[in-house]
């Protein structure tokens, strides 16, 4: 369900009314995130009422962009804040290649992925306690 014209689509509009009116500021672009991740009609319904229910988007589409990198993220798991990029690129510009680089309460990853992309040969240990259900 990824049409290059989203408005002719007849889902499209009552959508973005849907999310709207339950409290989503940017509806025109989560609709646009559901319609692209959804891979047909029954699954966008049910994304749709996933987030109009109050599921963070990223949770319902299962991933968030991150300095760049598509990060996939489950309902158990925090979501990367866009904040959190000034530390990602500060551990960027102080780590060296082959340094040996460990993400401690990693959740989803995001910071070692982030490490692991932009530097040659790093050594990375990421971990969490938190067993997924």
Known sequence: ???????ADPAYFPLVARLRSAGCVFAEEEARSLFSAAQGPEELASMAD???AGSP??????????????IAVEPDV???RRRTEFLARHAVSLAQ???VVLDLCC?????????AAA???IELHAADLD???
């Open 1 to 7: 369900m990824n049409p290059k014209n989203l408005e």
């Open 50 to 52: 996933r987030r109009a």
């Open 57 to 70: 988007l990223e949770h319902v589409i299962g991933w968030t962009e991150f300095c760049g990198l598509r």
């Open 78 to 80: 925090f979501v990367p």
């Open 97 to 99: 290649p082959g340094a």
């Open 107 to 115: 959740g989803s990853g995001a910071l070692g992925a982030v490490l």
């Open 119 to 121: 530097l040659e040969g």
């Open 131 to 133: 067993p997924a259900p």
